[in-house]
T-cell receptor
Framework: DGGITQSPKYLFRKEGQNVTLSCEQNLNHDAMYWYRQDPGQGLRLIYYSQIVNDFQKGDIAEGYSVSREKKESFPLTVTSAQKNPTAFYLC????????????FGEGSRLTVL | EDQVTQSPEALRLQEGESSSLNCSYTVSGLRGLFWYRQDPGKGPEFLFTLYSAGEEKEKERLKATLTKKESFLHITAPKPEDSATYLCAVPESNDYKLSFGAGTTVTVRA
């Protein structure tokens, strides 16, 4: 089945540690996204990539980094510079035909202890 | 500047009690408005795209409508399985970016 796979689903981190969240898609989509979701707030865009080897900062990129070496993969690193990293992280992809139709993964919940 | 505002924040309904959710937007030159459903602990799932005022889309007990300033998601005779958070979104000036509202959490009691 085609879709987006995020891992891990739950992650605990100590302060000062970097963590990397995985996102893999087999939908053959060019565009991929990382969003952060906090209670009572809408999804906020962290980074997005329109094509392999290219990515742009979203609205809240500080303290995060990404890479896009393969079309299928768009990992997100939450660095120690991110002041409030505890959140629900969502990866999504988009085809070219239907501009607003994002396909989301199941999400990764990061808790900083 | 907020581009998308959803109301109410939460909605509690009895099974069979129809209601509507509102999504208002401030972007000019709307290039589509999108509705998603999100179950607890899951990623959002795409429901509808609306492009022009007067347009309507339906799926089971859900019907989405669009005016020049807002969209409504009508839930007719809801069932407990309709309980979820409903999100709306509009494209920003860069079509690759969507601006999401905070969502309306709907709870339907049997």
């Amino acid at each position: 089945d085609g879709g987006i796979t995020q891992s891990p689903k739950y992650l605990f981190r100590k302060e000062g540690q970097n963590v990397t969240l995985s996102c893999e898609q087999n939908l053959n989509h060019d565009a991929m996204y990382w969003y952060r979701q906090d209670p009572g707030q809408g999804l906020r865009l962290i980074y997005y990539s329109q094509i392999v080897n290219d990515f742009q900062k979203g609205d809240i990129a500080e303290g995060y980094s990404v890479s896009r070496e393969k079309k299928e993969s768009f990992p997100l690193t939450v660095t120690s510079a991110q002041k409030n990293p505890t959140a629900f992280y969502l990866c999504a992809s988009r085809g070219t035909v239907r501009a607003g139709e994002l396909f989301f993964g199941e999400g990764s919940r990061l808790t900083v202890l | 500047e907020d581009q998308v505002t959803q109301s109410p924040e939460a909605l509690r309904l009895q099974e069979g009690e129809s209601s509507s959710l509102n999504c208002s937007y401030t972007v000019s030159g709307l290039r589509g408005l999108f509705w998603y459903r999100q179950d607890p602990g899951k990623g959002p799932e795409f429901l509808f795209t609306l492009y022009s005022a007067g347009e309507e889309k339906e799926k089971e007990r859900l019907k989405a409508t669009l005016t020049k300033k807002e969209s409504f998601l009508h839930i007719t005779a809801p069932k407990p399985e309709d309980s979820a958070t409903y999100l709306c979104a509009v494209p920003e000036s860069n079509d690759y970016k969507l601006s999401f509202g905070a969502g309306t959490t709907v709870t339907v009691r049997a």
